[in-house]
Nanobody, 127 residues
């Protein structure tokens, strides 16, 4: 089992940047493929990005490519989401999630496959 805690959210002006971090505790962090999701008010939760256990494979939602990047540091048990050129429509609660995965190089894109979730961190982008 792993406990996930997100940090780094806050209020930022449009065009600004934020870096979210997710710290994992418990079982070996490198056993998990990780993902970042977000949910805006009145909208469904959507995948932002995903990263393999080793960090060698990453995925970012097509609409966010070029602005968002996902990375991890297994030595520090953390996964990060770098968000640049933020827009008001990026306003949402951002969640990290962990998937117990045998394949060290695969990413998980289906929210239903994730086993553990953090409590979320609010990101608000003002215009």
């Amino acid at each position: 089992q792993v406990a996930l805690v997100e940090s780094g959210g806050g209020l930022v002006q449009a065009g600004g940047s934020l870096r979210l971090s997710c710290a994992g505790s418990g079982r070996t962090f490198s056993a998990y493929a990780m993902g970042w999701f977000r949910q805006a008010p009145g909208k469904e939760r959507e995948l932002v990005g995903a990263i393999s256990r080793t960090g060698s494979t990453t995925y970012v939602a097509e609409s966010l490519k070029g602005r968002f990047a996902i990375s991890r540091d297994n030595a520090k048990n953390t996964v990060s989401l770098q968000m640049n050129s933020l827009k008001p429509e990026d306003t949402a609660v951002y969640y990290c999630a962990a998937d117990v995965k045998l394949n060290p190089f695969g990413t998980t894109r289906n929210s239903g496959e994730y086993d553990y979730w953090g409590q979320g961190t609010q990101v608000t982008v003002s215009s």
